[in-house]
Structures are given as structure tokens and as C-alpha cells.
């Protein structure tokens, strides 16, 4: 009974906060649930409704699942002692109360058409002039689908997408947005994580997004300072750091913004296929191309063509041709080659090309 206890909370930590090898066995509850959840790319609001509507129930029947698990694996008269316990009875009068409680929940959401939804709350308060939050929903999918938004993660359950115009957080059970031009940034804190194996230091950023008239503090973002140059870049306004914090930019950090402002002065491939998830990272979509478009140099370590299709996200990309470079020598890095991540053809910085779903028609 006690292993079986142990075995249980452990799982159910994590199912609920999926380290790496979780995510990639599909045991998370958007993977168990993809094909009812529909595609987070064409449709981003409609698939957070969903998500998190899941997202609750199944979080609410864990418990419940214990005494299944005692059934299964104890059998039934372990169940029925265990059940004739104090304790084990008000667990199990919790268990059944939790997942009542949360049907009733995401019911009171789905009815009305999702009206009740904190996320339709929050899309409400921006539909002004006629508008629904299905318009201002429409205009938050448009953006997300496409390839210039910068998506940050720092644990498994939560990130943050920066759009064009929106800034969106989402975490398991809730989703915030924010409409840029209606907040402001503030650099709260900075902490240095290291980790003992390599000794390498990390540093997190801390920022506060606030509504910009009423100062009500909204969401608060937590990224990775090697992160904080493509937020910045996507936002329209600037993060204030009034408490004079240093962030930590690696030189990997600034030669990816370079070579990101590079890449995207190069001709667009269009796709009408849904992206996989990046290898590099599994937050982005894949959104790369390799087409060769520099000249022939005659060399034998020139670019040679690559007939892969789109694995790798920009950022990973960039990442890992820095990685492949000279490292006494930063300057010659953007006129460099380095090889395909998956066939080795070498390429440069004028065949890459960000790759635009645009949807079938
Ligand atoms: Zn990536
Ligand atoms: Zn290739
Ligand atoms: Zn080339």
C-alpha cells in the first residue's frame, strides 16, 4: 500500500507539472487530448477554452484515481479497509467532491457560449465599438499564426507568447491577455540560478505587466535572461528598469539577434502544412527552411543544397549555428557555414528561410 502511495503522488506530480520525459512520452493532458483539442496554431483561443475546460476535470479526478489504482493493484479488500478509515474515507468523500465541484465549474464556463470563461472575461473587457470577444478572438488567432511572435518558456506548464500586438501568459487552468498598447512593463527582480553539474549560471528576469491607467498589476512574466532580446524586440514598448538591474546577454543571446534580423531580410517560404513542434526547444513551431539562394563558390566546403522539411524553430536555429562557430572569433560568425542539423549540408545565413503556414484554401 505504501509503494503504491508513493508510486501514486509521484506520478501525479508528474502529469501535473511533466518533466522532459513526460512531454515526450504524450503523457500530458494536451497530448492525451489533441485530437478533441483541435490545433493551438489555427485556432488559439478556441483551444485554450478547451484546454483548460480538460485541464480541470482531469486534474480533479487524480484523486479519485487513487482508489482506483488501490483496486487495481491492492485489490478489493485493501480498498474496503482503507475506505473504513477516518482519514481514508474523508479522502475519499474529497475525491468524490472535487471532481462535482470542477464539472460544475467548467459547466458554469462552457454554458452561454464560454461567457463565464476568465479568458472571454478578459477578451470582453477589449470588444469595444460593437465588437464581440469572438472578434477580438479572431484577431488574437490571426496573430498567433504568425511566424514573428516569440514565445518564452520557463517551466513545463506555463509560457508566454508575445505577439504583434497581444501579450498572452498561459498557465494550466487559466489564460491572461494583455493588449500592448494598454500596459506597461516593469523589470522587478533578477536572480541567479547555478547549477551545480556544469557550474554554469542562469539568470531569471522577473516582469511586471500592468495595466497601464489603472496600474493594477495583470501577470507577472518569469524568463530566462538569454530570452529577454526577442521579448524585448516584439514589444512595442520599452521594459522599464528603474531598479538599474543587469541582465546577463550572452554572446550567443546578441549574435542570434543579428542573425535572426538577417534571416528575416531573406525571401519567405510558403507552407500549407501544420508545423511540428521545433526539436530544439518542442515550445516554438518549426519554422525553418533551408533553400540554397547564395552563389556557387566552386569550393568544396561551399553550401550544397537541403531537402529537409521545417524541424527546427529560428531560435534553436540561430542557437545552434553559434554554436558551430569559432568562438575566439564572434565577427566572422554571421559569414560562416555551418551544417544542417539533420541532413549536414552546409548552408549560411542567406538560405534560411522563415517558413508561413498560411491555411488551405
Ligand atoms: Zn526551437
Ligand atoms: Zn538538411
Ligand atoms: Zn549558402
Keep these: 500500500m505504501i509503494e503504491f502511495t508513493v508510486f501514486y503522488l509521484i506520478f501525479v506530480f508528474c502529469f501535473?507539472?511533466?518533466?522532459?520525459?513526460?512531454?515526450?512520452?504524450?503523457?500530458?493532458?494536451?497530448?492525451?487530448?489533441?485530437?478533441?483539442?483541435?490545433?493551438?496554431?489555427?485556432?488559439?483561443?478556441?483551444y485554450h477554452l478547451s484546454r483548460t475546460l480538460v485541464t480541470v476535470i482531469i486534474h480533479s479526478l487524480l484523486p479519485l484515481g487513487f482508489f482506483g489504482g488501490v483496486l487495481l493493484v491492492e485489490g478489493y479488500a485493501q480498498l474496503l479497509l482503507l475506505v473504513q478509515t477516518p482519514l481514508g474515507l474523508g479522502f475519499l468523500s474529497l475525491s468524490v467532491l472535487l471532481p462535482a465541484?470542477?464539472?460544475?465549474?467548467?459547466f458554469f464556463w462552457w454554458t452561454n457560449n464560454w461567457s463565464s470563461h476568465p479568458l472571454v472575461n478578459s477578451l470582453t473587457s477589449y470588444a469595444?465599438?460593437?465588437?464581440?470577444?469572438?472578434d477580438v478572438a479572431s484577431e488574437i488567432n490571426a496573430e498567433f499564426r504568425r511566424i514573428d511572435k516569440?514565445?518564452?518558456r520557463t517551466n513545463p506548464v506555463s509560457k508566454t507568447v508575445v505577439t504583434n500586438s497581444w501579450i498572452i501568459k498561459v498557465e494550466p487552468y487559466?489564460?491572461?491577455?494583455?493588449?500592448?498598447?494598454?500596459v506597461s512593463l516593469q523589470l522587478e527582480n533578477a536572480e541567479e540560478h547555478t547549477y551545480t553539474a556544469d557550474s554554469q549560471t542562469a539568470q531569471y528576469l522577473w516582469v511586471n505587466v500592468?495595466?497601464?491607467q489603472t496600474k493594477q498589476k495583470l501577470f507577472t512574466?518569469?524568463?530566462n535572461a538569454v530570452d529577454y532580446a526577442d521579448m524585448q524586440d516584439r514589444l512595442q514598448t520599452r521594459i522599464s528598469n528603474v531598479r538599474g538591474l543587469l541582465i546577463n546577454q550572452d554572446v550567443h543571446a546578441r549574435f542570434s539577434k543579428v542573425f535572426i534580423e538577417e534571416v528575416s531580410l531573406n525571401p519567405v517560404f510558403q507552407s500549407q502544412e501544420e508545423m511540428d513542434p521545433c526539436l530544439g526547444c518542442a515550445v516554438n513551431s518549426a519554422n525553418i527552411r533551408l533553400i540554397r539562394r547564395c552563389l556557387p563558390t566552386g569550393n568544396a566546403d561551399g553550401c550544397t543544397p537541403c531537402f529537409c522539411r521545417p524541424m527546427w524553430?529560428?531560435?534553436?536555429?540561430?542557437k545552434w549555428f553559434s554554436a558551430r562557430q569559432d568562438a575566439e572569433h564572434p565577427e566572422s560568425w554571421l559569414m560562416s557555414r555551418c551544417p544542417c542539423p539533420t541532413c549536414r549540408s552546409p548552408f549560411c545565413v542567406l538560405d534560411v528561410s522563415l517558413v508561413e503556414t498560411v491555411e488551405n484554401i
Design 150 to 152: 516569440v514565445t518564452v
Design 221 to 223: 512574466i518569469r524568463l
Design 174 to 182: 487559466v489564460v491572461q491577455v494583455a493588449h500592448q498598447n494598454h
Design 210 to 212: 500592468e495595466h497601464i
Design 16 to 46: 501535473i507539472f511533466p518533466p522532459s520525459a513526460f512531454v515526450s512520452a504524450g503523457i500530458t493532458v494536451s497530448n492525451l487530448f489533441d485530437s478533441w483539442l483541435g490545433s493551438e496554431d489555427l485556432q488559439f483561443v478556441q
Design 128 to 134: 469595444n465599438n460593437g465588437r464581440q470577444w469572438n
Design 313 to 318: 524553430c529560428i531560435h534553436c536555429l540561430s
Design 101 to 106: 465541484a470542477a464539472a460544475f465549474k467548467v
